[in-house]
């Protein structure tokens, strides 16, 4: 891993002339690239799209579908003995339903607060936007990607880790915190 400086711009021909500009002040072009960065949330790192594995807040939405579900059972015997697969499909669907949304509350979460504590403390999201990334190891080419992408206008200028092979960023994390470099 080396130290990557990196820009993000609203436009894709304002990354391109970064990239340009990188380029005529000697940043090889495999060390160098850009990419869209989508936002919050739709980055797509579960198969079943997302950027976390269950959403926040819904910890006790199992428990509170098994309660529904067997408040639904109990329906069963007012609906009559006709009824009785009808009734228990509804019933457990409906008191399921109920259940669950009412167990997703932060209200009933006590670390809900803490983590909308943590998340305020904490280094802004990634913004959404064209990415434009260069590997500079040494603090000459630091400088000067962060002196030439500043020229540019980019938003969000930050030093990180990670590794850019033949002009891709095979590590990149669009979840990790932004380190942005002083203004």
Request: glycine share 12%; net charge negative; proline share 7%.
């Amino acid at each position: 891993m080396t130290t990557i400086i990196t820009g993000n711009f609203q436009q894709q021909d304002e990354a391109q002339r970064a990239l340009s500009d990188l380029a005529g002040a000697g940043f090889a072009a495999d060390q160098t690239t850009t990419f869209f960065v989508n936002p919050p949330g739709q980055h797509d790192l579960y198969p079943i799209g997302g950027d976390e594995d269950e959403s926040p807040g819904t910890e006790n939405a199992a428990s509170g579908s098994a309660s529904g579900a067997a408040v639904g059972l109990a329906t069963l015997p007012v609906l009559g003995p006709g009824a009785a697969v009808a009734a228990a499909g509804v019933g457990a669907y409906a008191g399921s339903l109920y259940g669950a949304l009412g167990n997703t509350d932060d209200k009933k979460n006590p670390k809900a607060p803490a983590a909308r504590e943590e998340l305020r403390r904490s280094e802004p999201p990634r913004k959404p936007g064209m990415l434009v990334a260069a590997s500079a190891p040494a603090s000459a080419q630091q400088d000067a990607a962060i002196r030439i992408l500043r020229a540019r206008g980019a938003t969000d200028i930050e030093r990180t880790e990670g590794t850019i092979v033949a002009g891709n960023w095979t590590d990149f994390n669009p979840l990790k915190l932004l380190r942005l470099v002083a203004a």
